[in-house]
């Protein structure tokens, strides 16, 4: 699927828009920001009606490979660059420029299921990964039945569904996983899923459709995707925590930066290992990555004024909506605001 506001085109009315914003913008990447990046870029189309924004939704990994490569003017991804990756080069960059990554997009990630006679699920971290590493195989297991004394559990295989594809939801959900469970989840987060077995699907609605149509099945997946499918709650502390954009919110609230990196580059370094049953540690952020200056020197407006958009107060408040995203907190947006005007 290809996201784009041609239609905002047609639809916006002659001497509605004072913009003097024009030409079209390539991006791609998180699928987890589909919903939010139809509705961003619905509004933007609508305020500045001579701009075409396209975004391609082909996961984290493809729109930075896309990106770097210079395919795309911008990625989407859940997954902050890496050593190498800023290493590397940027094609559409102008050489030594730098580069822009910024948070965009908070969310919680949903574990999602569809298990008979199941309407409520506790997962801890350590029966989590053994699920979906393969080492817990039925739903009657005797770590699931401790954890859910009141549920009556099937004596049936367990289906895990994971993502096919590079994908920055299942870097965080590793991540999550290694750090709170690495005695069972013992492979180091990264953006293929890591081990054999269970079900692969390609992006985030793949997930959730193969989720929803098998039988007895759980995945991850973006929570703005869960639909009506049930959803565990996950064990942190001594307590078994729903997820909600506010407990994530908070755990990336109380996050450091990651060290050692460009005043550009706002990665976050998020607390899995938070107890506080406030907050949601399985949670992503996903970032905008962009250059600072172009080489084609018409798409800096562009990327500009999209991404300032899209962080915006008015940007946060569409993703909330569309996708029941969590806003960047008023610290996080003056510094993702300053790091913005970098861009030329």
Not at 140 to 161: F, G, Q, R, Y
Request: glycine share 8%; hydrophobic share 40%.
């Amino acid at each position: 699927m290809l996201f784009s506001a041609c239609a905002a085109n047609e639809d916006a009315p002659a001497g509605e828009s004072e913009s003097t914003l024009t030409g079209t913008l390539d991006g791609a990447g998180a699928s987890s920001q589909g919903s939010a990046q139809e509705a961003w870029v619905a509004a933007f189309q609508t305020e500045n009606p001579d701009v075409t924004i396209n975004y391609e939704p082909s996961g984290s990994g493809a729109g930075r490979e896309a990106f770097l490569s210079g395919g795309v003017s911008f990625a989407g991804s859940d997954s902050a660059l890496s050593d190498d990756e800023i290493a590397g080069e940027f094609a559409s960059c102008v050489p030594d420029s730098g580069y822009v990554e910024v948070p965009a997009y908070i969310s919680p990630i949903a574990v999602i299921f569809n298990v008979e006679g199941v309407d409520e699920l506790n997962l801890d971290a350590a029966t989590l990964a053994g699920i979906f590493k393969g080492t817990i195989t039925t739903w009657d297991d005797a770590a699931i039945a401790a954890l859910n004394e009141d549920a009556t559990l099937p004596s049936a295989p367990i289906t895990a569904v994971h993502r096919a594809d590079d994908s920055g939801t299942t870097k965080n959900f590793a991540d999550y996983l290694n750090k709170v469970a690495p005695e069972v989840w013992d492979a180091a987060p990264a953006d293929p899923f890591p081990y054999s077995g269970g079900e692969a699907a390609q992006g985030t609605s793949g997930v959730v459709d193969a989720v929803t149509n098998g039988t007895n099945t759980i995945g991850y997946a973006d929570a703005s995707k869960a639909g009506d499918l049930g959803v565990a709650a996950i064990k942190v502390g001594e307590e078994f925590v729903n997820y909600t954009p506010e407990a994530a919110a908070a755990v990336v609230e109380e996050s450091p930066l990651v060290e050692g990196r460009e005043a550009t580059d706002l990665a976050i370094k998020l607390d899995r290992l938070t107890t506080d049953p406030s907050h949601y540690p399985l949670v992503l952020v996903s970032y905008i990555i962009a250059c600072q200056e172009y080489t084609d020197a018409e798409q800096g407006p562009l990327v500009k004024a999209y991404a300032e958009y899209l962080t915006s107060e008015e940007g946060q408040a569409e993703a909330a909506d569309a996708a029941g995203a969590a806003p960047l907190s008023a610290d996080l947006s003056a510094k993702v605001a300053t790091a913005l005007e970098s861009i030329k």
